[in-house]
């Protein structure tokens, strides 16, 4: 069982940064496809941004350009800096993992097996 452990969330206004931070407890994060989607209330997860275990990534149309996934395998971590925050960004963001996707959708939930708790970033206009 992989659990998975988001920090970094807050409050930050709008044009400001944050990175969030996931950490895998007693896997190898190297070889897992790590996700972050987001949640607002209301609203069904949606897919943020991917890092394949070969390093490619991906992000959802709204995303790209201001946020950006990383991994440091040393470190056993992965990272979503988000620059240029917009309310619209506001939602619970979860960090998601899977070593296979098989024939799912890599933007789709239902693609991975382990999921962190959750952590909540505000945007304020």
């Known amino acids: 069982q992989v659990q998975l452990v988001e920090s970094g969330g807050g409050l930050v206004q709008a044009g400001g940064s944050l990175r969030l931070s996931c950490a895998p407890s007693?896997?190898?994060?190297?070889?897992?496809?790590m996700g972050w989607f987001r949640q607002a209330p209301g609203q069904e997860r949606e897919f943020v941004a991917l890092?394949?275990?070969?390093?490619?990534?991906y992000y959802e149309d709204s995303v790209k350009g201001r946020f950006t996934i990383s991994r440091d395998n040393a470190k056993n971590t992965v990272y979503l800096q988000m620059n240029s925050l917009k309310p619209e960004d506001t939602a619970v963001y979860y960090c998601?993992?899977?070593?296979?996707?098989?024939?799912?959708?890599?933007?789709?939930?239902?693609?991975?097996?382990?999921w962190g708790q959750g952590t909540q970033v505000t945007v304020s206009s």
């Open positions: 890092s394949r275990s070969g390093g490619t990534t």
């Open positions: 998601a993992a899977t070593r296979f996707f098989g024939g799912a959708d890599a933007d789709t939930p239902s693609a991975y097996d382990y």
């Open positions: 007693g896997r190898t994060l190297s070889t897992y496809a």
